[in-house]
């Protein structure tokens, strides 16, 4: 477990935490036995896993590199983002995107098409971004309308400039351990594990879902990480049996409220993958964050959890994109030497 240890003479001061603005705190209480068969309380701090500290580490230095890039080769690094219809979260998620890649030095185009365009149609723009040299990353906005065959469009948008980093070639690269471009979602959710100094290695980490975007390339880097893995997915039965065991649990079922306390082990650690608009516009997710945050020792909120740091991948990896079909006589010289 992840949580942490305390003696009954142990004082808990919260003075510096508090102080802190990037890190929330709050005790919460996990009961167990003492040797006399009382029941007994240690008190114990819960961490709110923010994305905001983590992000400004990562945009700092993707600044700091597409300002190198544009004094080395005259422009700056482009991300294209491809939009099919109107769906109100993908327009503020796309214009979202614009205004982050302009603010970290970067330049950025929406190209827009109505939901009744043809497939054919966006897989012919999509070709025309992978031979323009000007575009170093192009993503395509999902969801997308039920015309779209995902298994067909992960193959569209050239492996150097898929940026979203969907495509087979960087799937299996991922999963032979090879370097290559890392899907967002589950390579931010390594960076905030990092960063709040959570170790899989030698830890059962349990993911539920098996998507191709988020479940599956998780395992892969989970399992680079030494985590012992459990994958569990829609038919997987007594859900709860599986979910207790995991000293780390991350959830992207899609399903609103799904995951409560009666599918935590006490102190353990919660991502919540998914997010969900109740009729008052507010953000929640799969998790029930209030309920499973007395029992686990650290939890992604949603928001500002798991989804911003979704996009500060996805600026990285347009950077690194753009350094990589374009390479300095020195770059050369380290792949060389």
Same mark, same amino acid.
Not at 268 to 290: T, Y
């Given at each position: ?26 005790? $919460? *209480?996990?009961?167990f036995?003492?040797? !006399?068969?009382?029941?007994?309380? =240690? +008190? ?5 896993? @923010? ?12 600044k ?17 983002? $491809? *939009? ?5 979260? !993908?327009?503020?998620?796309?214009? =979202? +995107? ?5 603010? @970290? ?7 827009s ?9 966006i ?7 992978n ?12 969801p ?48 905030l594990?990092?960063y709040?100094?959570i ?83 507010e ?10 945050a ?10 500002g ?12 990896n ?20």
């Amino acid at each position: 477990m992840f949580f942490l240890k305390l003696n009954r003479s142990e004082k808990i001061s919260l003075s510096k935490t508090e102080n802190d603005a990037h890190l929330f705190t709050t005790l $919460i *209480l996990i009961k167990f036995w003492n040797l !006399s068969g009382a029941a007994m309380y =240690k +008190k114990i701090l819960m961490i709110k896993i @923010l994305a905001q500290p983590v992000l400004e580490s990562i945009y700092a230095d993707v600044k700091q590199r597409s300002t190198r890039f544009l004094i080395s080769h005259g422009t700056p690094p482009h991300l294209a983002v $491809i *939009l099919v219809g109107e769906d109100p979260a !993908s327009v503020i998620y796309t214009r =979202k +995107k614009g205004k982050i890649a302009v603010s @970290l030095g970067m330049t950025h185009q929406t190209l827009s098409f109505p939901s009744s365009t043809h497939p054919q149609k966006i897989k012919e723009t999509v070709h025309q971004l992978n031979l323009d040299p000007r575009v170093h990353g192009v993503l395509i906005q999902r969801p997308l309308p039920s015309s779209f065959i995902e298994e067909e469009i992960v193959n569209w948008i050239s492996p150097n400039k898929d940026v979203d980093a969907f495509h087979p070639i960087h799937a299996g690269r991922l999963y032979l351990g090879l370097p290559t471009l890392q899907p967002c979602t589950p390579t931010g959710i390594m960076e905030l594990l990092k960063y709040y100094q959570i170790n899989p290695s030698g830890k059962i980490a349990c993911i539920i879902g098996r998507s191709s975007l988020v479940g599956k390339p998780m395992a892969a880097l989970l399992l680079k990480a030494d985590a012992t893995l459990i994958h569990c997915h829609q038919k997987t039965p007594n859900l709860a049996s599986f979910t207790r065991q995991a000293d780390l649990l991350i959830v992207a079922t899609g399903k609103a409220g799904l995951i409560d306390s009666h599918f935590i082990k006490a102190g353990s650690v919660v991502i919540d993958v998914g997010v969900h608009r109740n009729l008052k516009g507010e953000l929640f997710g799969d998790v029930q964050f209030d309920e499973v945050a007395q029992k686990a020792s650290a939890i992604t909120p949603v928001p500002g959890g798991v989804g911003p740091m979704t996009i500060g991948i996805l600026m990285q990896n347009t950077v690194l994109a753009a350094e990589l079909q374009n390479p300095t006589p020195s770059d050369r010289e380290k792949k060389n030497g």
